[in-house]
């Protein structure tokens, strides 16, 4: 049975008092003939014109602010589109209407009201309210509140700053911080430019499964699952690719897809164990072209979302107009740690360079994990500008071709920017030979509880084998892209419901 604080007792007597009053705090029905930005730009308006036709309107919206003053009360209400004041007179309303909504009414209320705008004395488009009803009661106060000094008057607002709080009650969080808000309509406009993108330039957007009977396209460890009926485990998607190239084979030449992935991974500021990604499959295209287009999409988001392509990210400017710096990842880690990686051919001998420069080695990682590690730590966090990292080791990256001449390296890029991953990318391996011998190759190479490890899949294989034409392939996390957009420090803080450990009593 709910315990209740002292605070909520007092609303829950409102209410009763409220309904042995023959007034229901949960109404079914509500009125609005305008937002409260339409009410606004409707009054302003009217008011360039002269003024001479009045501006009625039925508002609804949050109750966010309240100070009485006697016989007049000003309030602020909130809805989906801003926040407007109201003006409650008691001339207007009556002594008994106007001692009922400051005495039952409560911050964070939805309530109705009805009137005709005017502008006050300080300039503040206002409704003068002629009559008001609850639509709904909030029993529990919006979390904390600040005081705030308007007009020589101290006027109580409900705040919430507390991340973890705001992440747990993410409902409380968005009625309460508008900016927080603006977050999310930012990722709804950046996903709708994304595939407004795609689809002009002939991608078809399609669903593949979430739940795989054999997991695979990532170096990630799953979330397994188990279908009752079939006797069967299964696996939460760690990525779309294998099923879309598999589209590839059927002959449809681009595709692509925006949803979750699952990766039973590490939790901190770029990772979540569930988040959104964006892959696409470009028939007869390589590497080159497709970052091309990886250029060309973040600048158009940019354009769409921002009206700009110039961003500021934790306080450094961040210019996203193409061409974006490209970077051989030997070069690019020669430069930060000394190590040139083509003289240390074996996982011994690069893990023996890599002591020499103090650092904790895993004896059993192979050579292509090391160098992923030295990428991590020594080159990833400079790369503040867009940039493209290239020529992938092979052993890392079993979906991707060779270069050609050499067999080690891959034709694979990432895009970093803000000192983190933004999009991974390569010439999608078409040979089924070739797969299937690194399928086997990673086997041996990787412990069975490696998640680097890729599993074999047959199916795929066969899929390939019926000829899959040469292609590039993409992947992006758009809560990355989405975190460089709105300025924000952590994924948790575009993820409306992230993953956070149960707390502890």
Request: proline share 6%; glycine share 6%.
């Amino acid at each position: 049975m709910t315990e209740y604080t002292n605070l909520e007792k007092i609303r829950l007597e409102k209410l009763q008092r409220l309904r042995r009053e023959g007034i229901e705090p949960y109404p079914t029905r509500a009125q609005r003939t305008h937002t409260s930005l339409e009410a606004i730009q409707t009054f302003e308006r009217s008011e360039a014109a002269g003024g001479a036709d009045p501006v009625r309107a039925t508002l609804v919206g949050r109750l966010r602010s309240m100070r009485p003053m006697g016989k007049i009360t000003f309030a602020h209400i909130e809805d989906g589109y801003g926040r407007v004041q109201l003006f409650l007179r008691q001339n207007d309303l009556g002594e008994d209407q106007l001692a009922h909504f400051t005495r039952d009414y409560d911050l964070g209320d939805f309530v109705q009201a009805s009137g005709e705008m005017f502008r006050t004395r300080t300039g503040e488009v206002t409704l003068r309210v002629e009559s008001f009803r609850l639509l709904s009661k909030a029993i529990t106060p919006l979390p904390a509140a600040k005081d705030e000094l308007v007009d020589g008057q101290v006027v109580r607002h409900a705040v919430l700053t507390d991340p973890e709080s705001r992440y747990r009650q993410r409902y409380a969080d968005l009625a309460v911080n508008p900016e927080v808000r603006q977050i999310f309509q930012t990722r709804a406009a950046v996903t709708r430019a994304l595939r407004d993108f795609l689809d002009s330039r002939g991608f078809l957007e399609v669903e593949t499964p979430i739940l795989q009977p054999l997991y695979g396209g990532a170096a990630a460890r799953p979330f397994i699952t188990h279908h009752n009926q079939l006797k069967q485990d299964l696996y939460l998607r760690i990525s779309f690719e294998l099923y879309l190239k598999r589209l590839l084979v059927g002959n449809l030449e681009r595709v692509y897809e925006i949803g979750r992935d699952f990766r039973n991974e590490g939790v901190d500021r770029t990772h979540n164990p569930e988040f959104t990604m964006l892959e696409f499959y470009w028939a007869y295209a390589d590497y080159e072209q497709v970052m091309a287009l990886t250029e060309e999409m973040v600048v158009y988001v940019a354009d769409r979302v921002l009206g700009r392509r110039i961003l500021t990210y934790q306080g450094q400017e961040i210019d996203l107009n193409p061409p974006w710096r490209r970077l051989r990842m030997r070069d690019g880690l020669l430069e930060k740690t000394g190590i040139d990686i083509d003289a240390h051919p074996t996982a011994e001998s690069l893990a023996q360079a890599m002591r020499q420069l103090n650092l904790q080695v895993d004896p059993k990682a192979p050579r292509g994990k090391l160098i992923d590690s030295l990428v991590g730590d020594f080159l990833e966090p400079t790369l503040l500008q867009p940039t493209f990292i290239y020529e992938y080791p092979r052993d890392i990256t079993p979906l991707a071709k060779s270069i050609p001449g050499s067999p080690h390296l891959v034709e694979r890029f990432e895009a970093f920017m803000a000192g983190f991953e933004l999009c991974n990318a390569f010439t999608e391996l078409n040979d089924p030979l070739d797969q299937e011998a690194r399928f086997i190759e990673m086997g041996r190479a990787y412990a069975a509880d490696d998640e680097e490890r890729h599993p074999m899949d047959e199916d795929y294989l066969r899929a390939m084998r019926y000829g899959m034409p040469p292609n590039g392939g993409f992947g992006m996390g758009i809560d990355r892209l989405v975190m460089l957009f709105t300025d924000s420090a952590n994924i948790r803080e575009v993820i409306l419901f992230p993953h956070l450990r149960e707390r502890e009593e």
